[in-house]
């Protein structure tokens, strides 16, 4: 069609800007970002976070699941969704994070700390900062200090 032009020109022309566009969508439909579907809402994540830097550190899925007004199955698929990480592990740096802000006050000991984030054992909560930060709370206060 090209070299004679005839019958069949102009659908031959229309039929392949639709094939390039067809494919230039394809192309380029996987680089644009998607809004994610599923996962929880904004509200029921920050009533999470709330409910949790309030001190209930120790709170079940079904404990976090209720306060969304979901059940907890649905409640840790949708968090893993939203953050990528499931709610233990949120919980976890939650508190490592606490645990952060209260060494570097240096106001309370360790052993104090330690209770207020629900741990049953200073010991405990030395093994999980140290697994967490690559160091003791002792060691991660002396650095604070230096600061």
Same mark, same amino acid.
């Given at each position: 069609?090209? /070299? ?10 229309? =039929? ?9 969508? $394809?192309?380029?439909?996987? $680089?644009?970002? $998607?809004?994610?579907?599923? =996962? ?7 009533? /999470? ?11 079940? !899925? ?19 969704? &939203?953050?990528? #990480?499931? /709610?233990?592990?949120? /919980? ?5 994070? #606490? ?10 000991? !360790? ?6 984030? #629900? ?10 900062? $140290?697994?967490?930060?690559?160091? &003791? ?7 604070? #200090?230096?600061?």
């Amino acid at each position: 069609e090209v /070299i004679a032009p005839g019958f069949g020109t102009k659908a031959s022309v229309d =039929g392949l800007g639709l094939v390039i566009s067809g494919e230039l969508e $394809r192309a380029f439909a996987d $680089r644009t970002p $998607r809004k994610a579907k599923g =996962g929880l809402a904004p509200w029921q994540l920050r009533r /999470i976070d709330d409910y949790l830097r309030a001190g209930h550190w120790n709170s079940s !899925v079904s404990d976090l699941a209720h306060l969304c007004g979901i059940s907890p199955g649905h409640a840790m698929r949708a968090f893993r969704q &939203s953050t990528g #990480r499931s /709610i233990a592990a949120h /919980i976890a740096a939650l508190r490592v994070d #606490r645990a952060c802000e209260l060494l570097a006050q240096d106001e309370l000991s !360790v052993t104090q700390i330690a209770a207020d984030l #629900r741990f049953a054992r200073p010991s405990g909560f030395a093994a999980a900062f $140290r697994r967490s930060m690559g160091m &003791s709370p002792h060691l991660y206060r002396q650095f604070k #200090r230096v600061e």
